[in-house]
Each structure stands twice: as structure tokens, then as C-alpha cells.
């Protein structure tokens, strides 16, 4: 078929005509630009086969990250795939502002040391490690599919961080740091928008019935691995801001802020201890 019976076949089945290009574009390896001008050239049977198939799996919900392999987050190409969760444009607010205290507050704290709890496809630790090499960046995950792809990313960047296998802070006993983020599970487990996202890790989508079990397990075990005055960060479901930012302060955290999203929602808070 030519490139424009494969976008009319993809606007047939749903799919949006961006993301259509995006697939022939991973399908072909033509460029966006070339298949823009070129609708009625013809693909070679085996990309035709593998555009019509990308199309179908993108109707029937699966991420267009897992399709094509890459996803795009604070200026780096990761790769992600069904083992990790697809890193969201709301995530990068986390890492804007871990680099605002660390060039503000930090920034004389020589090797300040940082720790993303819950790192999947090490999206957060590899942003907060590029724009801050000076920082000595350590990320923990439970699975080690996730670390896998993790430290694939890490290689193919050529950033160092220390990866631990673990829940949360298990694996960091004895140990200390300036500044912890976490982007947790945070979607209740009766949430209706779990069913649209069925292809993507669970248990990197909802840790329990109310959701916020992860955020208290989290926030509860921070005071024994933060130095004093360390910042604790999370990113948080637009309706839990309120309840997060009670749990930060009845643990004794100070300083207390919320930050909002693009759209306005409250997207993360955190505090210092």
C-alpha cells in the first residue's frame, strides 16, 4: 500500500494521524517530511505488513512509546517497552524542580547526592543526572525488568547512576541524601482510567485501593535518609494534594509547596525534613 492508503487505513481504525506518521515513520525509516510529500509512493511489502500491524496495536490501545521504542523525556531519548511505564510529560515538572534546588540551595553542596525511588525506565534519574552532573544520582526499583531497561539507558547516554534493587528505601540502608524524588504508584485501585491503560505495568500504576499506600510508605521511612534540611519531592494525582501535602507536614517536614501542571493541576509536593 502507499503512504496515504496506510493513513487512510490508520483514520479508519481510530488512530490519531500523528501518531500514524510517527509508525510509518519507525516502520519505513523514511522521515516525517519525506512521507509528507511522497503520499503516493508505495511501501515495500514487509514495511506495509508492519505499518498495518503498529496500526492495529495502537487501535486496540497499546502505547505508541512501545511501538516505536522511544519516548522523549526532558530532552532525552529513552527507550521503553512493556516493562516499564511510558515517562510522562507531567513528570518532567519533578525534574525541574529537584534542578531548581539543586542550582538554588544545593549548589554549594559540592557533590550533592540524589535518589529517584521508583526510577522505572530511569527516566528521572537520568534527566536530574544530565542537567546536574555533579550530582551523584542513585535510583531504586522494585522490579529489575525495569532496571534492565533502566540501565540500557543509562549506557546508551553514557550517564552514570547507581542502581538499587528494592521497595522504596529498602535497599538504602544506612544512607543519606540531599534531595529524594519519587514519582509512585498514585491511582487508586477502583479507578476507572486503569481500565485505558491495561498495557502498561499495574503495579507501576496503582499500589492499592486508596492509592496514596506507596506515597505514606514512602514519606513515612524519609526522616531516616535525608540529611538534615533534605528535600523530599513526589509527584501525586491531581486530587491528592491536599492529603499528601498533611502527610508531609505530620512527619515533620517543613517548607511545604505544591506544584501545578501545564493544565493547571497540582502535580507534585514536597518539603524539606
Not at 208 to 217: N, R, V
Request: aromatic share 4%.
Amino acid at each position: 500500500m502507499t503512504v496515504d492508503e496506510a493513513l487512510a487505513y490508520a483514520r479508519a481504525q481510530g488512530v490519531e494521524r500523528l501518531d500514524a506518521h510517527l509508525l510509518l515513520v519507525h516502520a519505513s525509516g523514511r522521515p516525517r517530511t519525506w512521507l509528507l510529500a511522497h503520499g503516493d509512493a508505495p511501501l515495500a511489502a514487509d514495511m506495509s505488513a508492519s505499518a498495518r500491524a503498529a496500526i492495529d496495536r495502537r487501535a486496540a490501545g497499546v502505547p505508541l512509546a512501545y511501538l516505536t521504542g522511544v519516548k522523549e523525556f526532558h530532552g532525552l531519548a529513552l527507550q521503553v517497552d512493556a516493562r516499564v511505564l511510558v515517562p510522562r510529560p507531567e513528570t518532567e515538572l519533578l525534574v525541574d524542580w529537584a534542578l531548581e534546588i539543586l542550582r538554588g540551595e544545593l549548589a554549594s553542596a559540592g557533590t550533592p547526592r540524589v535518589v529517584d525511588l521508583g526510577t522505572g525506565s530511569g527516566a528521572i534519574a537520568l534527566a536530574v543526572k544530565h542537567a546536574s552532573s555533579a550530582a551523584e544520582v542513585h535510583a531504586v526499583d522494585l522490579s529489575e525488568d525495569a532496571l534492565a531497561v533502566a540501565r540500557g539507558n543509562a549506557a546508551r547516554l553514557g550517564l552514570e547512576v547507581r542502581w538499587h534493587a528494592g521497595s522504596w528505601w529498602q535497599p538504602l540502608a544506612g544512607q543519606r541524601f540531599d534531595l529524594a524524588l519519587a514519582n509512585p504508584p498514585y491511582v487508586a485501585g477502583h479507578d476507572p482510567h486503569l481500565a485505558a491503560l491495561g498495557h502498561e505495568p499495574r503495579g507501576a500504576l496503582t499500589p492499592g485501593p486508596i492509592g496514596l499506600e506507596a506515597i505514606e510508605a514512602i514519606v513515612d521511612a524519609a526522616a531516616e535518609h535525608l540529611t538534615p534540611a533534605g528535600w523530599l519531592l513526589i509527584e501525586h494525582g491531581y486530587d491528592q494534594a491536599t492529603p499528601v501535602a498533611d502527610l508531609l507536614r505530620a512527619r515533620g517536614f517543613r517548607a511545604v509547596d505544591v506544584r501545578r501542571d501545564l493544565a493547571g493541576q497540582p502535580r507534585c509536593s514536597g518539603g524539606r525534613r
